[in-house]
């Protein structure tokens, strides 16, 4: 029988240098997930000398992210998103259709991503309060290519997750907390008269039941050339996978490095995996970056909480 229990821990904190310590206790209840909990304690030192620039608050600057949120509040048919100016600054603290899903915890210095099925864009069926990398913060065209490459780093955890009672693969539903998007760029916009810019997910970085999962973007057919590199289905792209492990509901660091045909993923600094191969060679898309809480469930009672504690991109 699958264990769906849910655990979520108690902390208690110690600070060796001021004798002093500090017990939290967090959790939500039962009715408030629709899961079974049974809290734990676990011991944590604090590390001497914080060295997080924004402290209380999460070492994440909003200046080039917008966010999506998982409804439509104004009513024009698309999930609601929130611009790099708005967000940043602390700007995101005080506009009140995002506190409900993007919101600060100082008690760990983090932002938590809370989302549940409702709103979803035009390409997707799952609902997301996810933030979206903008190069430049006001013109979401513009974007690198694997050539240019780039690095995302960030420190987070899931919080809580509700049961998978629809599936018989899976305890508890999937979230994917990073991603590199593909996009059409606006030279083969031009050239091929698409209607839409939208591609394929080159990379996305799963939690599924604890464990983080990449699925890379692959070739159906690896002799594939030229502008039918472009047809974004799954007659042209699939996924394949790589199981970095488990990471339950304790804080991860997570690095994706992109290069020209090669992409390095690293789960805490020591566990890496390297796709290289003829599908990253011939990716034929531009690039950006996400990360956050993006639901796989269209389940009405369904939902997940994660904190970032840390973001950062380069280029």
């Known amino acids: 029988m699958k264990n769906k229990t849910l655990l979520n821990c108690s902390k208690i904190k110690f ?6 310590f500090h017990f939290s206790f967090c959790g939500c209840s039962s009715a408030d997930e629709g899961i079974a909990q049974n809290p734990i304690q676990v011991i944590q030192e604090i590390p001497q000398g914080n060295i997080n620039p924004l402290s209380p608050y999460a070492n994440i600057s909003f200046n080039n992210w917008k966010v999506t949120l998982p409804v439509d509040a104004n009513n024009n ?10 967000l940043s600054n602390f700007g995101y603290r005080s506009l009140a259709p995002v506190m409900p899903f993007m919101y600060d ?4 210095e983090s932002i938590v991503f809370y989302a549940y099925p409702s709103t979803s864009t035009s390409n997707s069926s799952y609902s997301r309060t996810e933030l979206r990398e903008m190069i430049n913060p006001t013109n979401s065209k513009i974007n690198w290519t694997l050539d240019q490459g780039g690095k995302m780093e960030g420190k987070l955890k899931m919080v809580s997750v509700t049961q998978d009672n629809a599936s018989s693969s899976y305890d508890y539903h999937r979230v994917i907390v990073m991603q590199i998007h593909g996009i059409i760029s606006q030279a083969d916009m031009a050239t091929y008269g698409f209607s839409s810019n939208n591609g394929p997910p080159l990379l996305k970085m799963y939690w599924i039941d604890g464990h983080i999962k990449a699925h890379k973007k692959s070739l159906v057919n690896p002799n594939t050339s030229g502008a039918a590199l472009l047809d974004v289905s799954s007659a ?3 996924d394949i996978t790589h199981d970095f492990g488990y990471v339950g509901y304790e804080p991860f660091d ?3 490095v992109a290069s020209a045909g090669k992409l390095e993923v690293t789960l805490n600094n020591t566990n ?16 950006y970056f996400k990360a ?15 904190k970032y504690y840390q973001l950062s991109v380069t280029h």
């Open 15 to 20: 600070i060796s240098l001021a004798f002093v």
């Open 236 to 238: 042209t792209w699939t």
């Open 272 to 287: 890496t995996h390297i796709f290289q191969d003829t599908s990253l060679t011939k990716w034929p898309f531009e690039n």
């Open 292 to 306: 956050g809480n993006y639901l796989i469930t269209t389940e009405p009672t369904a939902s997940a909480k994660i």
């Open 77 to 86: 048919g698309s999930p609601d998103e929130y611009s790099a100016a708005q």
């Open 105 to 108: 915890d100082t008690s760990d």
């Open 254 to 256: 997570l690095k994706i």
